[in-house]
């Protein structure tokens, strides 16, 4: 298979939040198939839903993989799940990580388990902002240039942390 460039999105709000994306970033970089290629410093947001919960890090990673999609999700699901991931069924609800596959090359994805672009993305600034960072001159299939994203994005309390 070709090496495709896709971007993650990596959060968290629980149990050291930098330490579990530090972690996960490591762990990304593990998987066989995959080099990292750019990594956004981190940011601080208020939590999207309940407000009663800690606010979020989060960054995006750019990598070079010649796994598929589906196969990429999995990874990302399993290494959700070695730290200390609970999947609920509460939407937006508290996390120790979350990883997106924001975007997988220019393809667009529309299947039960992927959604690719991520749904959500052009609202969220915890997501463009980073992702901007690392990639100031990307086009979001369907969606446009990122700068175009920005622009119609309000911050929301997001900060760069480091």
């Known amino acids: 298979m070709t090496k495709v460039i896709a971007y993650i999105g990596l959060g968290s709000n ?3 939040p930098e330490v579990q994306i530090n972690a996960a970033r ?4 593990d998987l066989s198939g995959v080099l990292e290629h750019a990594f956004s410093s981190l940011y601080r947001s ?34 959700e799940l070695d730290q200390g991931r609970e ?20 393809q667009t994805i529309d299947q039960p388990d992927l959604c690719v672009p ?9 997501v ?13 299939p369907g969606l446009g240039k990122i ?6 994005c309000p911050l929301d309390g997001l900060e760069k942390v480091s």
């Open 46 to 79: 208020p939590p999207m839903g309940p407000q009663d919960q800690p606010d979020y890090v989060n960054a995006v990673m750019a990598i070079n993989t010649d796994l598929s999609a589906i196969a990429l999700l999995r990874c990302l699901q399993q290494i």
């Open 14 to 16: 629980l149990s050291t």
């Open 118 to 126: 991520h749904y959500g993305m052009a609202k969220r600034a915890f």
């Open 128 to 140: 463009l902002y980073p992702l901007a960072e690392i990639a100031p001159e990307i086009e979001v």
């Open 26 to 29: 490591q762990a990304v970089k």
């Open 87 to 106: 999947r609920k069924d509460e939407r937006w609800g508290p996390r120790t990580l979350d990883l997106d596959i924001l975007l997988y090359g220019q």
């Open 147 to 152: 700068a175009g994203l920005l622009a119609s």
